[in-house]
Each structure stands twice: as C-alpha cells, then as structure tokens.
C-alpha cells in the first residue's frame, strides 16, 4: 500500500507509515516529520535549550532516517522511536561541542481572556509562581528534569519514557517520585 493510493495519509498506523517510510516513499517521510515536528521541536528545545540547534537536529534526524531507511527495523510506535533517536542524537552532538545538556520549562499562555487588570494581576501571580517552579526544576538533575517534562509535560507512560531514556521502568518511577518530593518540599 502507497500512501497516495488512499485519501488521508493521517488515517494510516505508525507500523503501515513506517513501512510505507522504509519502502521509500517520500509522502510517508513528509508525514511523519509533519505529525512528529512540535513534538520534537519541544522535546529537544528543552534538552538544548536553544531553537535554532533544535531545528538543525531535527533536519539532522530526518536526513539519516532517509538515508538509512533500508537499514531500520520494524516500528509500532514512531512517536517513541523518534524521540528515543532524538534524545540520542542530542546526547552525541552534545559529547562532540562538550557541552551540557540543560533542560528549562518555558512558560504557558492564559488559555482565556480576561480583562486588563486581572491580566495585570495574573501575570504577577503566574510570573512569581514560575520562578519558584523554575527555580525548584533547577534544583532536579537533568534526568529528573527529562523524566518529569516526559511524564507530565508530554502525558508519555512509565514504559515508553523507560524506552526513551534508556532506563528501566523502576529507575524512571523512582527519579519521577524523587523529583516530585524535591518540588513539593521546596514549593510548600
């Protein structure tokens, strides 16, 4: 099966997609990348700390991906798979400039308007709120920080963060549980 042999190549399972991918069909890449690009922009500006590196990174992934298609294995979930290469590939640009890996929760938007004085009064609040978050995230290791933003930033469960992070499933927990306990000591 072809992606352009159907409607709407969004309707297609991670395992028809990847195939169609490793087949060589250029739609499927395109569709992937599509699907995948915040997530990864996200996930990777917070290891990198900087846009731009992100967006080469991604490039970089996507690049070796089609290059080296005829070489993959098989791929039920290319949301995990990716953000396993990823974290990989960030790990290795990382060791080769020697530098380190941060990570920083960047700030939401109100999700509705309010009026010009309670928006006054809700950034106060929210900003010094942020800081005291910012500052306790900055406490965690980065491997708290990763595992935390992976859990309850991106709603990822305990197996597949072990998967993406190379850690087994009760070494995850226990970094998710200790990095909780630092923020609610340090937040209450």
Known sequence: MH?????????????????????????AL????LQHFDLLLSYTTRLTNDTDETKDLIQE?????????NNLGDCNSIKYYLLRSMRSLVIDQKKKSAKIITTQINETNIPFELSFESIIIQNQTESERLEKVDKALESLSKRQQEAIFLRYY????????????????QSVRNLI?????????QLS
Do not use: C
């Not at 159907?6 to 060589?24: A, E, H, Y």
């Not at 469960?157 to 998967?163: L, V």
């Not at 549980?177 to 000591?185: A, E, K, N, P, T």
């Open 177 to 185: 549980h200790s990095g909780i306990q630092v923020l609610r000591d």
């Open 61 to 69: 992934l996507f690049l070796k991906l089609w290059k080296n298609r």
């Open 154 to 169: 991106e709603q990822i469960e305990y197996p597949e963060i072990s998967e993406i992070m190379t850690l087994n499933i």
């Open 30 to 33: 395109s569709t992937i990348f």
């Open 3 to 27: 992606l352009r042999d159907i409607d709407n190549p969004n309707t297609l399972d991670d395992r028809q997609l990847w195939d169609n991918f490793k087949s060589g069909n250029s739609e």
